[in-house]
């Protein structure tokens, strides 16, 4: 009996989670209809499935700013290969465009829980030229492991915790979203788009749009038109009539706009076939031979836009460099897409007139701890060297970069009159603020911050 024929399996690229609609660019969801869904949609001619389990509800609102943050550190950090991002809350902060206040660590410290907690399977389809549909499937994590310090908030509950914001932050990303990162496609969102919006709905579907406008030779659309029905699906947004999915993106669509990102979104098609058009504003298109070559060598179609655009004097000649590496040691280089992309983008690091010698596992091994310890010796000296500026810094200084973080550790420890005195302590230089927050850290890590305190209150009398 003559076998069924299988059909060819397209190349599968590593999966760009911006596509997904995982966020929603909701900034209120109801916890307990949101804890786990399951949708279909289709855009561009590609089909999505996403079924999720979110136990402290979906991803929403800020979640958006804050998987920016960590994308944009994973990837300063030259992607680690254990997926690893040894940051602190603080820094996170500032990558995630939020205020510096006692609140935004608390909104963090939610934020990364809820993608901590949330599971996915994926589904991406295409369809085949006899009518079947053929599916990859994924199982994945946004965060694998995520370890930090936290601290009571301005009352006793457990839900007003705030992340102590100098503290060690530890994330391990998901494999997927960690390769999705070293593919190059979070690369490409402007930063000067990104800091100029205000509203996260906004930056969570300019993130969507980026992420939907390239196909996968490469190409940039001029233009986006997408049903609205998928597109509310995509965008994540609960309410299925029409009229409030175009209400929920209104003010996003004029902030895009207003970015000069967009140029018009217009609606269009029936009362049950509503449709949107976005039209992309016109910017200097790169040279199409470089991103198609860029493409073929593995680097995702966002980034490879991107630097085409930016570095394209030393496109050929990296690309050459990487391809002729693979010809002489076949498998020294595991990942040539994100190689390239990174050797454009920090050019400091390599010298091309000298072949990379890493070859089989145990050369791959050591490459991998050397760049873990090499990025943990630099966070460690970054720390070390803001540490020892700020301690030799005046004492108004000290105290102005110190207050809010002495605040979360004593502010329910010392009464006012006891903060006033510690506050004309720290600005007269009876005490350094600073030396102070070592110290308390310290005693926090030993298990003896209530000692410490004791003995911090019969000092300020």
């Given at each position: 009996m003559?076998?069924?024929?299988?059909?060819?399996?397209?190349k599968v690229d590593e999966r760009n989670f911006a596509r997904l609609g995982i966020v929603s660019v909701q900034t209120r969801l109801d916890d307990e209809a949101s804890r786990s869904w399951n949708s279909a949609f289709e855009i561009a001619g590609r089909s999505f499935g996403v079924a999720a389990e979110a136990p402290h509800g979906r991803p929403r609102g800020i979640d958006t700013n804050v998987v920016i943050g960590i994308e944009s550190l994973f990837a300063a950090r030259s992607c680690p290969e254990d997926n690893r991002l040894h940051t602190t809350a603080y820094e996170l902060r500032a990558a995630s465009f939020l205020p510096l206040n006692g609140k935004s660590f608390h909104r963090l410290r939610e934020s990364l829980d809820r993608l901590w907690y949330t599971s996915v399977t994926v589904t991406d389809g295409w369809h085949l030229p006899d009518g079947r549909k053929l599916r990859n499937v994924k199982r994945m994590r946004l965060i694998n492991d995520l370890s930090y310090w936290d601290i009571d908030g301005h009352d006793s509950f457990e839900t007003t915790r705030e992340l102590v914001p100098n503290a060690t932050l530890t994330i391990q990303l998901g494999t997927q979203m960690a390769n999705s990162i070293r593919s190059g496609f979070t690369q490409a969102l402007e930063h000067k788009i990104l800091t100029g919006i205000e509203q996260p709905p906004a930056r969570a579907l300019y993130r969507l749009l980026e992420a939907h406008r390239y196909a996968d030779t490469g190409e940039q659309r001029r233009s986006l038109a997408v049903g609205l029905e998928d597109w509310r699906l995509a965008c994540g947004i609960t309410d299925g009539k029409p009229s409030k999915t175009l209400r929920a993106l209104s003010e996003a669509h004029e902030e895009l706009v207003a970015q000069g990102y967009l140029r018009d979104v217009r609606v269009g098609g029936s009362r049950a076939t509503t449709a949107l058009t976005y039209e992309f504003a016109s910017l200097d298109d790169p040279d199409?031979?470089?991103?198609?070559?860029?493409?073929?060598?593995?680097?995702?179609?966002?980034?490879?836009?991107?630097l085409a655009k930016e570095k394209g004097d030393r496109v050929e000649e990296v690309v050459r460099y990487v391809r002729d590496t693979l010809r002489e040691k076949p498998g020294s280089v595991r990942k040539p897409?994100?190689?390239?992309?990174?050797?454009?983008?920090?050019?400091?690091?390599?010298?091309?007139?000298?072949?990379?010698?890493?070859?089989?596992?145990?050369?791959?091994?050591?490459?991998?701890?050397?760049?873990?310890r090499t990025?943990?010796?630099?966070?460690?000296?970054?720390?070390?060297?803001?540490?020892?500026?700020?301690?030799?810094?005046?004492?108004?200084?000290?105290?102005?970069?110190?207050?809010?973080?002495?605040?979360?550790?004593?502010?329910?420890q010392l009464t006012g009159p006891q903060w006033d005195a510690l506050e004309r302590a720290c600005l007269s230089g009876q005490m350094f603020a600073a030396a102070l927050l070592q110290d308390l850290s310290a005693a926090q890590a030993r298990l003896e911050l209530q000692a410490f305190v004791d003995d911090l209150r019969d000092r300020l009398g």
């Open positions: 003559k076998k069924d024929r299988q059909p060819a399996l397209p199409p031979a470089l991103v198609r070559l860029l493409v073929e060598s593995g680097v995702a179609a966002p980034a490879a836009n991107k897409g994100g190689l390239i992309n990174d050797m454009l983008q920090r050019p400091e690091k390599y010298v091309l007139d000298a072949r990379p010698s890493a070859s089989g596992a145990e050369a791959r091994r050591e490459e991998s701890q050397a760049r873990l990025a943990e010796d630099e966070a460690q000296q970054r720390t070390e060297s803001e540490r020892r500026e700020l301690l030799a810094a005046p004492p108004q200084v000290q105290w102005e970069r110190t207050r809010r973080s002495l605040k979360l550790l004593l502010g329910k």
